[in-house]
């Protein structure tokens, strides 16, 4: 009897999981209407997951899918790797969302499952106790000769980071200050230590430094800033120069390996939180993006983005060790344009794909060109114009402006290694220490697929990788029908941007992935 009520249980599992099917007709918008002109502050937070002719607001129809598509409905649980800078696996969102390596035991000092890892309950720290690090055009720079014309490039992007650095520090310093200033000002007027930009608004008598507090507070609120936010600007612009482009500073020798050996993988550790809680801010909030879209996910922690660029063997193995391990989505939330060793993350994305295993990549926060022969940024999935595999997905960022201004104006594009966008502007997410914040970057729009690509893969796990990809690429929703081309004053069309020409959409590759064999 009991052999039979397990099998009813299976077979319901099943019926349930595989082979949902939806009558509903896909989400159809005229690109020619413009959305909402202001976000309300109570849709600031969770704008991504929206829709656009319920809301006004080009989101992914996440809840529109929840509510109307999925209800009850419980897919299988399934495993996302995260390659970045570490996760605060104890953030309360996280920690119960966490991957665990069951065949090995805690503690033991004993790689039990014989995967080349020792203790790697829930993931590996490829870097170890490494924190900061070089660019990777000042660690070339290092090995060449002045002789060779390579020797001015590199030299140039140092000089290019440097003043750019130094001119931000400086901005960031002089909006404390004025902030400081203004702030002073209203909170004298009003003879209290905490108002609103509404309170300021209605004082009856303004003077000349009243109006100008009150111009500067406005910009100050409209462009999401913070004395919080400028000082950790200016900590990070300063550790570019202390770091990032510092000759004489070296992070990897800590590590304990050569970076130059794919073979050398006996190093790092299983602390994948890191040395440094605060430094996982990045992970942590591309670890809650995933889960604020779909909560029926197992985050699977590599840390092998430091404070700098990535070494090229630390992202090889980690795509590998992600493919080994059970991961079937991988997000790659990093990228830098110069990548000497590119051959072993190419391999490593290939043997992924034989592994039948999607990676969802950001494609970069330059405002720049990245189709084949023009900006180069890694990692990617072609040589010489030619697609390696057809397991990743290349992200750009939208924002929440149904427009010409639905682009994020940081964003990469490419008619042809651009795939789709994906919110990516001002995301709510998870950050160390049980906090949360805002935080812009094709970073943020990489984790809005790979939450989607979870919930297609947990309904439809036959569906294949390739699959996968044409679904959500077809999927889409349209972008608007003229667009800013990021970096540019000039105004083009969809699919000048990214292959597809449109936003991920979750109701739409639902419904698709329905009926996809």
């Known amino acids: 009897m009991q052999k039979k009520i397990y ?9 349930r999981c595989g082979t949902l099917k939806f009558s509903s007709d896909p989400i159809v918008v005229n690109n020619q209407n413009k959305g909402k002109e202001k976000i309300d502050e ?3 937070k969770n704008w991504f997951l929206l829709d656009l002719n319920k809301d006004s607001i080009p989101g992914m129809s996440v809840k529109k899918a929840k509510e109307e598509l999925l209800k009850n409905n419980k897919g299988s649980s399934v495993i996302v790797a995260v390659i970045d800078s570490g996760v605060d696996i104890e953030h309360s969102l996280i920690s119960e969302s966490t991957w665990v390596n069951k065949k090995e035991i805690p503690n033991n000092n004993i790689d039990d499952d014989k995967n080349g890892y020792v203790d790697d309950i829930n993931g590996w720290n490829f870097l170890g106790k490494s924190d900061k690090e070089n660019m990777e055009y ?3 720079i290092r090995k060449t000769s002045k002789n060779d014309s390579l020797f001015n490039i590199y030299k140039t992007e140092i000089e290019e980071v440097k003043n750019t650095s130094n001119q931000r520090i400086e901005r960031g310093k002089d909006l404390i200050k004025k902030y400081t200033k203004y702030d002073s000002i209203i909170r004298s007027v009003l003879n209290k230590d905490s108002y609103s930009l509404n309170d300021a608004e209605k004082i009856n008598f303004k003077t000349l430094d009243v109006l100008d507090a009150i111009d500067f507070l406005k910009f100050f609120k409209k462009n999401s800033l913070s004395i919080e936010r400028l000082e950790g600007a200016i900590k990070y612009y300063n550790n570019r120069l202390k770091y990032h482009i510092n000759l ?3 992070g990897r020798s800590i590590v304990g390996d050569d970076p130059n050996d794919i073979n050398d993988t006996n190093y790092g550790n299983p602390n994948v939180i890191g040395p440094n809680k605060d430094s996982a801010d990045h992970g942590t ?6 889960l604020s879209i779909y909560d029926n996910v197992k985050i699977m922690t590599l840390r092998a983005v430091p404070d700098g660029d990535e070494y090229d063997k630390d992202v090889a193995l980690a795509i590998r060790y992600a ?4 991961a079937k989505i991988i997000n790659t939330s990093f990228g830098k344009s110069y990548s000497p060793q590119s051959n072993w993350v190419y391999d490593a994305i290939k043997y992924a794909a034989k592994k039948d295993v999607l990676i969802i990549n950001a494609s970069g926060n330059d405002s720049e060109n990245i189709n084949p022969g023009l900006n180069k940024t890694f990692p990617n999935d072609e040589i010489n114009g030619k697609e390696i595999a057809n397991n990743m997905i290349n992200v750009g960022a939208s924002t929440y402006m149904y427009s010409e201004d639905l682009p994020a104006y940081f964003t990469n594009f490419g008619s042809i290694n651009v795939d789709l966008f994906a919110p990516g502007y001002q995301i709510y997410s998870s950050i160390p220490n049980n906090k949360y914040d805002f935080n812009s970057g094709t970073s943020m729009a990489a984790p809005s697929v790979s939450g989607v690509a979870a919930i297609i893969r947990s309904f439809y796990p036959k569906l294949k990788a390739p699959a996968i990809k044409k679904i959500l690429l077809d999927s889409g929703i349209p972008m608007y029908n003229s667009l800013n081309n990021p970096g540019s004053q000039e105004v083009v069309s969809p699919e000048n941007l990214s292959k597809s020409g449109k936003i991920v959409n979750l109701y739409n590759a639902l419904i698709l992935a329905s009926t996809t064999k």
Request: no cysteine; aromatic share 10%.
């Open 7 to 15: 099998i009813l249980l299976l077979l319901i599992f099943f019926i």
């Open 42 to 44: 109570g849709e600031k």
């Open 138 to 140: 000042l660690r070339l």
């Open 248 to 250: 004489d500073f070296e």
């Open 285 to 290: 909030h591309v670890s809650g993006i995933i």
């Open 323 to 326: 493919a080994n391990n059970g």
